[in-house]
């Protein structure tokens, strides 16, 4: 069992990027429903979170109101769609269903 991400990639300054996740083998026992980042040299954080109950969401205060998370829960897949990127957004993007399950990471690079 394991999260796949995609949609990761290189984008210029004010660009956009969605990034999906799936999880594959036995999917009834996981429910991603957050996305993390990693910068070089920095502590992974949150970036967004979703309720699969009732669809509230977190954001971290530097991508409020430039991402959107949103999940499917019939396709039990999870998406990152993010604006206006900057610089400092670049990171790995991992999917999880904390603690137990992550995906490997999705590079997200944002040139100036």
């Known amino acids: 069992v394991q999260l796949v991400e995609s949609g990761g990639g290189l984008v210029q300054a004010g660009g956009s990027l969605r990034l999906s996740c799936a999880a594959s083998?036995?999917?009834?026992?996981?429910?991603?429903m957050a996305w993390y980042r990693q910068a070089p040299g920095k502590a992974r954080e949150l970036v967004a979170a979703i309720s699969r109950s009732d669809g509230t969401t977190y954001y971290l205060d530097t991508v409020e109101g430039r991402f959107t998370i949103s999940g499917d829960n019939v396709e039990n897949t999870l998406s990152l769609q993010m604006n206006s990127l900057r610089p400092e957004d670049t990171a790995t993007y991992y999917c999880a269903d904390p603690p137990d399950y992550w995906g490997e990471g999705t590079l997200v690079t944002v040139s100036s």
């Open positions: 083998g036995s999917i009834f026992s996981i429910k991603p």
